[in-house]
């Protein structure tokens, strides 16, 4: 059973710095594009930064020069550095990312994490 669990999240003010971490665990061959999603109060969910299995990378326009996004393939681990952060960077912020299972006979499949809470308020 494959699984995105998330960590990070909390209350900063205007200006400060988070790092989300996200691990996928479980049967796993291999993990393709990594990413996360903001979901703030009343919106729908967008995206945030995505980053492929060599490291390219693309950022949401809102996000870009504040946030990094990086990844650690030996631990199967999708990060997001936050810094400068903003009031309307308060989301919910989720996990996603296309693994292929072992043993799958379906190839890639589309996971989401539970998500983590970013309240970015003073």
């Known amino acids: 059973q494959v699984q995105l669990v998330e960590s990070g999240g909390g209350l900063v003010q205007p200006g400060g710095s988070l790092r989300l971490s996200c691990a996928a665990s479980?049967?796993?061959?291999?993990?393709?594009?990594m990413g996360w999603y903001g979901q703030a109060p009343g919106k729908e969910r967008e995206l945030v930064a995505r980053i492929g299995s060599g490291g390219t990378t693309n950022y949401a326009d809102s996000v870009k020069g504040r946030f990094t996004i990086s990844r650690d393939n030996a631990k199967n681990t999708v990060y997001l550095q936050m810094n400068s952060l903003k009031p309307e960077d308060t989301a919910v912020y989720y996990c996603?990312?296309?693994?292929?299972?072992?043993?799958?006979?379906?190839?890639?499949?589309?996971?989401w994490g539970k998500g983590t809470l970013v309240t970015v308020s003073s």
């Open positions: 996603n990312a296309d693994i292929r299972p072992r043993h799958s006979t379906t190839g890639f499949m589309n996971y």
């Open positions: 479980g049967s796993i061959w291999s993990i393709n594009e």
